[in-house]
């Protein structure tokens, strides 16, 4: 068994760990042992059919395309994703897709276009699905707090359209607020990398046999790749939303909570 | 005030015309609503908790579109009116005094925006606050003092009406009087105020004109007569 290859029995090996975590629920009956064994056995068949779906995708031979098309369905199920989680944002689900439509193609370009990676299927997919796996989780977050925001401060945002500002500038103080809280947990995870814990695409390569500082610079392009994703994604979302909730003749639309 | 934005008769500055507003198919709060508001004078919207009140300021200051019937400012349709400056002739005062986050100053720039201090602190003093309070973070304010600067902030849009959604309501007995007192002075100075209350003691303190709203819509004489000597009865009390 080289680096890179644990096969089944090293797999079955690391199950270990979760026997571990199932008698730990037993132990201090936390009643989550079926919830472990569950979680553990769905990620080990969507891994395994997702991996041998790649190896076609991936496969030297095949189509570019076919990586593509594999981005278009994680964009639209990253959608359907974020339409599920963040049910009291209106018309989130269409949003949340085109933000991710909109990470992929400006977070590509730049990465190809200053051929930082080549383009193939291999970068394309785990590329790709980084970006839209942590924007999707700062889509969701920055949804439901600008609604939380708009609906708690209504009455603020309306004393400000009582006084002749545009729907724009109403909104401006309280979006900028929700945009800083999906903002600010990708940037102190951004700070903390390397001191704190070391990431997985690193990992990986380390543990693959690269060169530590090889595998330190993939890192990096790819850590601000993710913080460029999250950036581009929130703000979609907050402008596409934002113009969601009011009307064109600056009204505030009825929202989630709102109290009036 | 220059006297070239008062007509030279007593025209109606803003008008409800038969205005209904429905929150949905099923439910109508204003039914064919009319009144209308002078310059000059204060209008008291009386009626008991629940009239519809405060949605039919709302509708005045287009924060709502009526269902039915129309809002006129200055005889114009206020439909066809650019919203934000609509806003800006129309102001409003609400219930609670809503200070944003920030100086005093910043609070009064939201009005207006290219105001020198000079023009903030005349603003102060014009609703009776010092111009010290200028720094001052508008969270720290009473109640009184927040609620002057709210009218202070509407005044920098230099109105025409201003709607008052029962500014009092939250105050103090001084404070409240005081309030009336500005609003006075305000119609005085040529604006039309149009004042939401359910105190009939305030109503007859303040009101130039009162009408009256039951369930949505106009009282008759007989019921605003009734519902007036009601609140005399209940003060008398």
């Given amino acids: 068994m080289n680096a890179t290859q644990i096969g089944w029995a090293g797999l079955v090996g690391s199950f270990a760990l979760v026997a571990i975590a199932i008698g730990l629920s037993l132990w201090q009956r936390l009643q989550l042992s079926r919830s472990i064994l569950w979680a553990s056995a769905r990620a080990a068949v969507q891994l395994l059919l997702v991996g041998f779906a790649l190896r076609l995708v991936l496969d030297s031979n095949a189509s570019v395309w076919w990586a593509w098309l594999w981005v278009v369905v994680m964009i639209g199920f990253a959608g359907f994703t974020i339409g599920s989680r963040a049910k009291e944002v209106p018309g989130i689900f269409l949003l949340g897709t085109i933000s991710m439509l909109t990470v992929v193609v400006v977070s590509l370009s730049v990465i190809f276009g200053f051929h930082v990676f080549p383009i193939e299927g291999r970068t394309i997919v785990p590329l790709a699905g980084m970006m839209i796996g942590n924007s999707m989780t700062a889509s969701v977050l920055v949804g439901r707090r600008i609604v939380g925001e708009l609906s708690e401060k209504r009455d603020e945002v309306e004393a400000r359209l009582a006084l002749g500002q545009s729907w724009q500038d109403a909104s401006r103080p309280y979006v900028r607020s929700a945009l800083r809280t999906a903002l600010v947990p990708q940037i102190e995870s951004t700070k903390a990398v390397g001191l704190v814990f070391l990431p997985g695409a690193m990992t990986g390569l380390v543990l693959a046999g690269v060169d530590a500082v090889d595998a330190v610079t993939v890192q990096l392009a790819i850590m601000y790749l993710i913080l460029g994703s999250v950036a581009t994604s929130v703000t979609v979302i907050g402008l596409g939303l934002t113009r969601r909730v009011f009307t064109p003749d600056h009204r505030l639309r009825s929202i989630a909570r709102a109290t009036y | ?237």
Avoid: Y
């Fill in chain 2, 1 to 237: 005030m220059s006297p070239a934005r008062i007509p030279a008769e007593n025209a109606e500055l803003l008008a409800f015309e038969g205005v209904s507003f429905a929150v949905d198919a099923d439910r109508e709060i204003l039914h064919g609503v009319s009144l209308s508001v002078a310059p000059a004078a204060v209008t008291v919207l009386a009626g008991p908790s629940g009239a519809g009140k405060s949605t039919l300021l709302r509708l005045g200051n287009r924060l709502e579109l009526p269902s039915a019937g129309s809002v006129r400012f200055r005889g114009e349709d206020s439909a066809v009116i650019d919203p934000r400056e609509l806003r800006r002739r129309v102001g409003m005062v609400f219930q609670k005094p809503v200070p944003f986050a920030g100086s005093v100053r910043e609070n009064l720039k939201v009005g207006a925006p290219q105001a020198s201090d000079e023009e903030l602190i005349r603003s102060l003093e014009r609703v009776g606050l010092e111009g010290s309070l200028l720094d001052r973070v508008a969270d720290d304010l009473s109640g009184g003092e927040a609620q002057r600067m709210c009218i202070a902030r509407t005044l920098l849009t230099q109105p025409e009406v201003i709607l008052m959604d029962e500014p009092t309501s939250a105050l103090d007995h001084e404070n409240r009087l005081g309030i009336e007192r500005l609003a006075k002075e305000l119609a005085q100075e040529g604006i039309g105020i149009l004042w939401v209350s359910h105190d009939l003691a305030q109503v007859r303190r303040i009101a130039d004109h009162a009408v009256v709203l039951i369930d949505g819509r106009n009282a008759s004489d007989e019921e605003t007569a009734a519902f007036l000597e009601q609140g005399m009865s209940e003060e008398e009390q």
